[in-house]
C-alpha cells in the first residue's frame, strides 16, 4: 500500500483524512435532503425543530443547527402591523384561565383573528385551539371580520370533538366584538361553555402564537390568487402542523394529534400537567404528576 500512496503522491494518514472528509460531506449532504423534505411538508419550520424530526445520530443539536443556519436555512419572519382586534366592553366576561391547571384536553379553547394578505386584499383568519395540546380544532378564512367567521370555526372544533355538551370547558379570547357577540355567546352557552376574557394582550397569547406559525412558517411560503386557494393551504398548513410538527411544551416533543394520542394512553394521575399563564408570567409551566 505504500508503493500505492507514493505513486499517487499521498500520505497514508492523508488518505485516511481525504476519506473522512469525503464521508462528512456525504453525510452533511444527506441531511440537508432530509431538511428539504422537511421544508417541503413544514416550509419555514426552525431548524431546531428539525433536528427535533430528523434526530440525527452523529452530530449534536447546536452543531446541526449551526451546520443549516449557514448553509441557507435560516428563517426571517416579518412583523405584522395590522390590527384585527376591535375591543369592546364584555364587564360580564372575567378572566377565567389565569394560573389555572390543565389535565387533559376540552379544558381551555382559545381563539384569536389573524389577517393575511393575498395580492392586494386582506383576508381574515380565525383559530380556536385546544390549549392543553395545542391542537388546532376549528379555523376558517374570510373576507371580512364579521362574526359569521368565528362561528363557522367554532362549530368545527364542537363537531371535531363530537360531545353532546361541553360542561366544565372554558372558551377564551380577547374582548373583539365577534367574540362578544349574541350569536357567538349564545352558541358558547347552549353547548354548557363557560366564557372567559382577556384582560391584558399576553393572555392570549397560546392562540396568537399558533396563528403566526400558520402564517409564517406555511402559508407566506404558497403562493394563492384568491379566498379559495387561500382556504385550501389553510387546510393543508393546518394538517401539517397538527399531525407533523413537533411541540417543544409537549411530552417528548410531540406533535399536537401525537400528543392527544399519547395522553389518553396514560392513566388519569399520570397525564402531563400544563399551569397556564399567571399575573406577569409569560411561559407556561409543564409538570409531570
Excluded at 500512496?5 to 456525504?26: F, P, T, W
Excluded at 347552549?190 to 376574557?197: A, D, G, P
Excluded at 394563492?224 to 387546510?235: A, C, H, P, V, W
Amino acid at each position: 500500500m505504500k508503493a500505492i500512496y507514493d505513486l499517487a503522491g499521498i500520505s497514508k494518514q492523508g488518505h485516511h483524512k481525504q476519506k473522512q472528509k469525503e464521508n462528512k460531506d456525504v453525510y452533511y449532504e444527506l441531511l440537508f435532503l432530509k431538511a428539504d423534505a422537511i421544508r417541503e411538508i413544514h416550509p419555514k419550520i426552525g431548524v431546531r425543530k428539525m433536528y427535533d424530526l430528523i434526530v440525527p445520530d452523529d452530530i449534536g443539536r447546536d452543531k446541526f443547527e449551526f451546520l443549516l443556519l449557514n448553509n441557507g436555512y435560516r428563517v426571517l419572519y416579518p412583523q405584522n402591523y395590522i390590527r384585527t382586534t376591535y375591543s369592546v366592553k364584555c364587564y360580564q366576561y372575567t378572566n377565567l384561565i389565569k394560573g389555572i391547571k390543565l389535565t387533559g384536553v376540552n379544558q381551555v379553547w382559545q381563539s384569536d383573528i389573524t389577517y393575511f394578505l393575498v395580492g392586494k386584499i386582506f383576508y381574515y383568519l380565525v383559530f380556536i385551539i385546544d390549549v392543553y395540546s395545542r391542537r388546532i380544532i376549528g379555523y376558517t378564512a374570510s373576507s371580512t371580520m364579521e362574526t359569521t367567521a368565528n362561528i363557522i370555526a367554532l362549530k368545527m372544533a364542537f363537531n371535531l370533538r363530537g360531545q353532546q355538551s361541553y360542561p366544565g370547558l372554558i372558551h377564551h379570547s380577547d374582548r373583539g366584538s365577534q367574540y362578544a357577540s349574541t350569536d357567538y355567546t349564545s352558541l358558547l352557552m347552549l353547548n354548557k361553555c363557560s366564557i372567559s376574557m382577556c384582560d391584558a394582550a399576553y393572555e392570549n397569547a397560546y392562540a396568537e402564537r399558533v396563528n403566526g406559525i400558520i402564517k409564517n412558517e406555511y402559508l407566506k411560503s404558497w403562493h394563492f390568487n384568491n379566498l379559495n386557494d387561500l382556504e385550501q393551504g389553510l387546510k393543508r398548513a393546518v394538517y401539517a402542523y397538527n399531525y407533523g410538527r413537533p411541540h417543544s411544551n409537549l411530552v417528548n416533543k410531540l406533535s399536537p394529534v401525537s400528543f392527544e394520542k399519547y395522553v389518553l394512553s396514560l392513566s388519569a394521575e399520570k397525564r402531563p400537567m400544563v399551569k397556564l399563564y399567571t399575573e406577569g408570567q409569560k411561559k407556561q409551566e409543564v409538570k409531570h404528576e
